[in-house]
């Protein structure tokens, strides 16, 4: 299996430039989830779903858009880039189980918006 | 929602024994205790978690207080490869898996 897998890993953006930033995971995992990590800092949780067709917001939702329509992926699209947007984004997968959910985390993408 | 207090940083020695505490004097009954571990420039990887009594793996050891208000993740025999910024995560929200990671403690391993 290659577990969680993210592309690109880097990537520079002029400000108001949109672009995808691509997750997949192999694991047939229900629950992905996108986390932004500023410098120094902890990960905030930007969108998560629970399945394909459902998602929702989490902590910093604000300029970011996510859709879920197959098991194995979930895109991130900014839809027009800010500098406070640049930072590492980290997309994790895990099986929907409260109790024991150790979540997959992908190795990130460092985006700058210029 | 349970809150975590962590040092910020700890320092110790190649082989020898590491204890790195966590407060979470909120936490509720049912609520389980998960910690991960952020490699440099990695994404973070799930460490080991735990409820009541204590909890062994490959990676680590969790000792969980009587009361259950602290922990501590125990690394046996840090190796270089075990500096890291470790997370003790806050319990997570019924239904839903959304990790909450503060700052975390930052673990240097001296050779």
């Known amino acids: 299996n290659a577990g969680v897998t993210q592309t690109p890993k880097f990537q520079v953006l002029k400000t108001g430039q949109s672009m995808t930033l691509q997750c997949a995971q192999d694991?047939?995992?229900?629950?992905m989830s996108w986390y932004r990590q500023d410098p120094g800092m902890g990960l905030r949780l930007i969108h998560y779903?629970?399945?394909?067709?459902?998602?929702d917001q989490g902590e910093v939702p604000n300029g970011y858009n996510v859709s879920r329509s197959t098991t194995e992926d979930f895109p991130l699209r900014l839809l027009s880039a800010a500098p406070s947007q640049t930072s590492v984004y980290f997309c994790?997968?895990?099986?929907?189980?409260?109790?024991?959910?150790?979540?997959?985390f992908g190795p990130g993408t460092r985006l700058t918006v210029l | 929602d349970a809150k975590t207090t962590q040092p910020n940083s700890m320092e110790s020695n190649e082989e020898e024994p590491v204890h790195l505490p966590c407060n979470h004097s909120?936490?509720?009954?049912?609520?389980?205790i998960h910690w991960y571990r952020q490699l440099p420039s990695q994404g973070p990887e799930y460490v080991i978690h735990?409820?009541?009594s204590n909890v062994n793996n490959r990676m680590a050891s969790l000792a969980i207080a009587e009361d259950r208000k602290s922990s501590t993740l125990i690394l046996h025999r840090a190796t270089l490869r075990d500096a890291a910024v470790y997370y003790c995560?806050?319990?997570?929200?019924?239904?839903?898996?959304?990790?909450?990671f503060g700052q975390g403690t930052r673990l240097t391993i001296n050779p």
């Open positions: 694991m047939n995992h229900e629950y």
């Open positions: 995560i806050p319990p997570l929200i019924q239904g839903a898996q959304k990790l909450v």
């Open positions: 994790a997968s895990s099986s929907y189980d409260t109790l024991n959910n150790e979540q997959f």
């Open positions: 909120t936490i509720s009954g049912t609520d389980y």
């Open positions: 735990g409820l009541t």
């Open positions: 779903s629970v399945g394909a067709g459902i998602t």
